[in-house]
């Protein structure tokens, strides 16, 4: 048989190993289909808390509105409620109110402008603009603004009023008054979770760097040290929402009846954050001290690379410890080892790369043992006067 006749055997005998077997594709597609109900039945876990507090605030909210204040249509009520409460699930809670009064001003400006120059093409982009204007000049922000514009064009396009009155202002705080009561009694957001949930991808990241910095040094890789550099710096704006997040999450617990005992709980995460946020700076400098020893080609004492490794261990053991609020001996002998590996190299050398990466070192381990609930001055102690250890 010549090669032009065997040619396509081959090809076709190629492409039929290619193709998976068909109970192999199978299996595949069902795999695929677990993994899509699982993400499905997440999703509704995840989101039967809210939506029963929305349910249950437009419901009270057109209660209230109808049987205590009387009014016969409270159409403003129930949608007050659900667009507070979409806000409110771990937001801050000046923010919350910031945005009930953005309603309530904005159907009062829209409802009495609407009134004297009635409703129409030109007439919405009045009386949205002027109520933006006005939430504006009372002191509100952007959230305020926006709100008060929407109410407004609600105002004007869907039910014009007839003439001026506070009826339906009044609804609107009616709802968002009832949807704060009820996120605060009803199934309220757990702090705490919050706060970790926000906290352990930073804590991973951080980890993460610490040993690509550790490798960069190891192996003399000039690129894994620049890559160090730019990985910390995308965890500035993730930090920066662990921080709001705790800011919300003592909001909540304030506000709310069932959860005020987090309240002590959360003052241990107002330190580890704080702290946190120092170590992500002092890694951030320990970072382009590697950059900097690898681009002068000065060597690395061993025993420096093993103490940033130990640290990335101490800031795994630190996550770990926050989340289940285990004892933080773990993370705490995992620092020390760093600064007993770091005070090696200090007693040595005199490679200026090699001290100001030691110095690094010593800053990150203060600022973990902070983290875990050392007072400031024990933890800078403990490391100035920690023994020595090899690698």
């Known amino acids: 048989m010549t090669d032009s006749g065997r040619a396509p055997r081959r090809l076709a005998r190629r492409a039929t190993e290619r193709i998976p077997p068909r109970a192999e594709l199978m299996e595949q597609a069902a795999e695929a289909s677990r993994a899509g109900i699982r993400t499905r039945r997440e999703r509704i876990i995840a989101t039967a808390r809210p939506i029963l507090q929305t349910s249950v605030a437009a419901s009270l909210a057109w209660l209230i509105a109808t049987e205590v204040v009387g009014h016969p249509s409270p159409f403003f009520a129930p949608i007050s409620a659900v667009i507070t409460l979409g806000l409110t699930i771990g937001e801050r809670r000046r923010r919350a109110v910031e945005l009930a009064i953005g309603v309530s001003v904005g159907i009062a400006i829209a409802d009495l402008l609407v009134s004297w120059i009635g409703s129409g093409t030109w007439q919405v982009g009045?009386?949205?603009?002027?109520?933006?204007?006005?939430?504006?000049?009372?002191?509100?922000?952007?959230?305020?603004?926006?709100?008060?514009?929407?109410?407004?064009?609600?105002?004007?396009?869907?039910?014009?009023?007839?003439?001026?009155?506070?009826?339906?202002?009044?609804?609107?705080?009616?709802?968002?008054?009832?949807?704060?009561?009820?996120?605060?009694?009803?199934?309220?957001?757990?702090?705490?979770?919050?706060?970790?949930?926000?906290?352990?991808?930073?804590?991973?990241?951080?980890?993460?760097?610490?040993?690509?910095?550790?490798?960069?040094?190891?192996?003399?890789?000039?690129?894994?040290?620049?890559?160090?550099?730019?990985?910390?710096?995308?965890?500035?704006?993730?930090?920066?929402?662990?921080?709001?997040?705790?800011?919300?999450?003592?909001?909540?617990?304030?506000?709310?009846?069932?959860?005020?005992?987090?309240?002590?709980?959360?003052?241990?995460?107002?330190?580890?954050?704080?702290?946190?946020?120092?170590?992500?700076?002092?890694?951030?400098?320990?970072?382009?001290?590697?950059?900097?020893?690898?681009?002068?080609?000065?060597?690395?004492?061993?025993?420096?690379?093993?103490?940033?490794?130990?640290?990335?261990?101490?800031?795994?053991?630190?996550?770990?410890?926050?989340?289940?609020?285990?004892?933080?001996?773990?993370?705490?002998?995992?620092?020390?080892?760093?600064?007993?590996?770091?005070?090696?190299?200090?007693?040595?050398?005199?490679?200026?790369?090699?001290l100001y990466l030691v110095g690094q070192v010593r800053l990150i381990a203060t600022d973990l043992l902070r983290a875990s609930g050392v007072e400031r001055a024990e933890a800078s102690q403990t490391v100035r006067s920690a023994p020595i250890e090899r690698s």
């Open 126 to 354: 009045v009386v949205t603009g002027l109520a933006m204007l006005a939430a504006t000049l009372v002191g509100g922000g952007t959230l305020l603004a926006s709100q008060a514009g929407a109410s407004a064009v609600l105002v004007a396009t869907l039910q014009p009023p007839e003439g001026f009155d506070f009826a339906r202002s009044l609804d609107a705080l009616v709802g968002s008054a009832t949807a704060l009561v009820v996120g605060s009694l009803l199934l309220p957001v757990d702090p705490v979770r919050l706060v970790r949930e926000a906290l352990g991808p930073v804590l991973d990241r951080l980890a993460a760097v610490l040993q690509r910095i550790a490798d960069a040094l190891e192996h003399r890789d000039a690129a894994e040290a620049d890559a160090a550099v730019t990985a910390i710096g995308r965890l500035d704006m993730r930090y920066d929402q662990v921080a709001a997040t705790l800011g919300a999450a003592g909001d909540a617990a304030r506000i709310s009846v069932t959860r005020r005992g987090t309240l002590g709980r959360l003052e241990r995460y107002v330190v580890g954050v704080a702290e946190i946020g120092v170590a992500i700076e002092d890694v951030r400098a320990l970072a382009r001290g590697a950059t900097r020893a690898l681009a002068l080609d000065d060597s690395t004492p061993p025993e420096v690379i093993a103490a940033i490794r130990a640290l990335d261990e101490a800031v795994r053991d630190l996550a770990i410890m926050l989340e289940d609020e285990a004892d933080p001996g773990e993370a705490r002998e995992a620092v020390m080892r760093a600064v007993r590996l770091a005070n090696a190299v200090l007693a040595e050398t005199s490679n200026m790369s090699a």
